[in-house]
């Protein structure tokens, strides 16, 4: 996987809704043609290119996109950092935050509510730490679950904080999921690990790939891609 370093060397930035957003470009020897995109969290414009084509063209199809990027800018949902009183989602519901000073640092689930004690000022990131550890034991659950529907010998499986994908896997047989999808409904979450669990058979998007993951995902694919079309950036309001 190669990643978002390379800088376009002529202006490398648009300004979309009074922000100056960077342009980030990659060449990936596998695309057969110019691809663009909004980082989820609105941070760069992403464009992925043939190993033939030039940058400059890039660069210039990004600024010829500008309303278009403005609108995917817009449409992103402001984040709202995590605070007593507040919310948090897990597992498609939210969770209140209760606190107060007096209870343990450690957060506990009890019912729709999160009891969590000590500073205020670390309430988010030991809401977050809550989250991924939650997030490795439901994904590792799903991983050991898939590959034993597959035939597959369990594998070793990691959280990813990436903000463009949701799961990859590699060579070395180790599963790693986007931690944020704890935050999704199951079936969105497990989606993604059934996705990455048939990569470890078929290494690409062919037939044999699609049909393994219809075999040993129980629920519909397609309603768990679109719910991550329509809701994923949602996803990064909370912790970023």
């Known amino acids: ?56 063209e890039a660069i210039a199809f990004a600024h010829a996109r500008r309303d278009w990027l403005a609108n995917q800018h817009a449409a992103i949902p402001q984040r709202i950092a995590p605070q007593p009183g507040g919310t948090i989602r897990f597992r498609g519901s939210e969770l209140r935050l209760d606190w107060q000073s007096d209870r343990p640092r450690r957060p506990a689930l009890s019912g729709d509510s999160l009891l969590l004690g000590g500073p205020q000022d ?22 050991e679950h898939y590959t034993a529907t597959a035939g597959l010998s369990p594998v070793s499986v990691a959280l990813s904080r990436a903000q463009k ?33 048939a990569h470890l058979v078929h290494f690409d998007h062919s037939p044999a790939f699609h049909a393994l993951l219809a075999q040993i ?24």
């Open 165 to 197: 994908r949701w799961g990859s896997c590699s060579d070395a047989r180790r599963l790693r999921i986007n931690w944020r999808l704890v935050q999704a409904p199951d079936f969105v979450r497990r989606s993604v690990v059934a996705h990455e669990v």
């Open 217 to 240: 995902y129980e629920d519909d694919i397609g309603r768990a891609d679109a719910w991550l079309k329509a809701h994923g950036r949602t996803l990064y309001v909370t912790f970023g």
């Open 1 to 56: 996987m190669i990643d978002w370093i390379a800088r376009a060397p002529e202006e490398p930035e648009l300004v979309l809704n009074g922000t100056r957003v960077p342009i980030a470009v990659r060449r990936h020897p596998r695309a057969r043609r110019l691809t663009l995109r909004l980082a989820p969290d609105g941070s760069e414009v992403r464009i992925t290119l043939p190993r033939w084509a030039r940058t400059g």
């Open 122 to 143: 670390t309430l988010e990131p030991r809401a977050r730490r809550w989250l991924e550890n939650e997030a490795l034991a439901l994904m590792e659950a799903d991983a």
